[in-house]
């Protein structure tokens, strides 16, 4: 086979056209592992560029090393679902001179297929890839280096982009199917040492809790799915990445057993708790955006019922047919929520910038009913909160939210009162939001204003492409 | 000495000094700062201390937190036992 797409990544960057100015774009499918945007903007710096615009479906503690080519001049725009770490520390204190554009997935999604997010070069990494460029997450050959599933965030990019190049750390004979990335949206190929560290997918903002207050949590918000109304054959699920929303699916499992209950779908990032029940026949097909561990990566790589989806399909607000329209119940959690139900899931209480937007407001807007499950206090801080203005940061607009469960009690939101006589009618202790924030407020006393400046360092974007908030720099 | 460097504790040293000092380090220092100090100098002087160098390193302590840790470190210090003097 004759090839010319197989080349070092200097020269596909070269090949690319790529120009000071111009906007790069990356998935982070590998999460806390990724080594894809490390090593090309080490590149594009060596090289000279300068002035880069970065696009990455999220960034985390591992691309901290963009702060030293943020302060180059290499990388000068940012637009990501999440910022954490030494990066998000840096950012929030006024690193950059140009805000950083945070949107949710389906808002990413969007914002590509309509041209708002224009890419010119995606650098995608992949965990097996033939030379003409068909890629996927899942390893192919015994050679095979990483996993990731998958490939979600990536395909709006492949689709798009005007110019794509496939990293891999196996390059597999052809033809590399099934595929996610099809030969035909990709212009180079390049084999490097690694991707990206598996092992380091589910790190970040996912774990598997034993804090009894999040076992409680959890208990509450699978007795709030299945006294909701929708909890019946063939009904559909995503949960978030919190420990207490992780949790949720263990006791609403022993509910489908017992009750004869089967999913129809699980959606978003599929953990190996949902691959488990999907193995049980519990439910029955898997919608994976994000594989969030090794044994979802696995599964979606031997088993036709366990489909990925893009972030366009998945999640664009654009689109009838993307899959949170028919979704039924979200479970997610969050740092703050106010009493008209408005969450904020990235500024911290100390105001900095430390968590990820990721479907949040996608899915809270168009399922049938979402459940947000928080604690009413982190250690002092409340993270049900008085009034709009004093939350950090608005995420996901209350219409969307429906119902809030702490360990002090449920509040339904004003718009729903079927689901909080359904609930009440289960027993379920029912509790005004405004009583929430009371309580919190007369344990923890009330905070002095956070030391915010008049710069801003963070404009969030809601799905529909609208700025919806602005994030101010914050001074120590 | 009392208390741990767990979320929801806070660890307070207390040495002998001149006035009352207090050296705060707290993870919710912007929001809290103020209020953390008030509750170490309202349990001091609730013991009849006026007189100490504290060092305090708190992780999200509430205020029934504190007040108890405080208290812990002044009888350690002191030795005098407030609960059972």
Known sequence: ?476 | MAGTLESGDIMIRIAPGDGLKIDLQSSVSAQFGRQIKAVITETLEGLGIKDASVEAIDKGALDCTIRARVTAAAVRATGKDVWKD
């Open chain 1, 1 to 476: 086979m004759r090839n010319t797409k197989l080349v070092s990544l200097e020269e596909a960057i070269r090949r690319s056209g790529l120009k000071d100015g111009m906007t790069i774009s990356f998935h982070h499918h590998f999460r806390g592992g990724d080594k894809v945007v490390n090593m090309v903007v080490d590149k594009l710096a060596e090289m000279g560029f300068k002035d880069l615009k970065l696009a990455a479906s999220s960034l985390s503690d591992v691309h901290a090393p963009l702060i030293d080519h943020i302060k180059a001049g290499v990388i000068t725009g940012i637009s990501t679902s999440g910022l954490r770490g030494e990066l998000a520390n840096a950012i929030s204190h006024g690193l950059m001179k140009e805000p950083v554009v945070f949107r949710s997935h389906g808002g990413r999604g969007s914002a590509i297929a309509n041209g708002d997010l224009h890419i010119d070069v995606a650098f995608l990494g992949a965990s097996s890839a033939d030379e003409l460029g068909n890629a996927s997450g899942c390893p192919r050959s015994e050679n095979a280096k990483s996993i990731c599933g998958s490939l979600g965030y990536a395909l709006p990019d492949a689709e798009y982009a005007d110019h794509v190049i496939v990293l891999t750390d196996d390059l597999v004979a052809y033809p590399n199917v099934p595929k996610s990335i099809s030969a035909s949206q990709v212009e180079s190929v390049v084999v490097v040492d690694s991707v990206g560290d598996s092992a380091k997918i589910s790190s970040g903002a996912i774990r598997d809790s034993k804090n009894p207050r999040d076992i409680l949590l959890a208990k509450q918000a699978a007795k709030v799915v299945i006294n909701s109304g929708y909890f019946k054959d063939g009904f559909s699920i995503q949960t978030g990445t919190g420990g207490a929303s992780l949790a949720v699916v263990k006791y609403i499992r022993e509910s489908m057993l017992e009750n004869g209950i089967k999913a129809s779908f699980a959606l978003g990032g599929i953990t190996a708790h949902m691959v488990k029940l999907h193995e049980e026949g519990l439910i029955d097909k898997l919608i994976d955006v994000q594989s969030f561990d090794k044994v979802a990566a696995e599964s979606i790589a031997k088993d036709q019922t366990h489909q990925e989806v893009s972030a366009v399909d998945y999640a664009s607000a654009d689109h009838l047919g993307s899959a949170v329209h028919a979704l039924d119940i979200v479970i997610l959690s969050a740092l703050e929520v106010d009493v008209d139900f408005n969450v904020n899931v990235l500024v911290g209480s100390d105001g900095v910038i430390r968590g990820a937007i990721g479907g949040h407001p996608d899915t809270a807007e168009d399922s049938a009913l979402s459940i947000i499950v928080c604690p009413l206090l982190r250690g002092r801080i409340p993270c049900v909160v008085p009034r709009v203005t004093t939350l950090i940061t608005l995420i996901t607009p209350g219409k969307g939210v429906d119902v809030v469960v702490t360990e002090y009690g449920i509040a339904v939101n004003p718009g729903r009162p079927e689901i909080a006589e359904r609930l009440a009618a289960a027993g379920l202790k029912i509790v005004d939001i405004h009583d929430l924030a009371a309580k919190a407020s007369s344990i923890i006393g009330k905070p002095d204003a956070l030391p915010f400046g008049d710069r801003v360092v963070g404009i969030v974007m809601d799905r529909h492409g609208k700025v919806l908030d602005e994030i101010h720099n914050i001074e120590d």
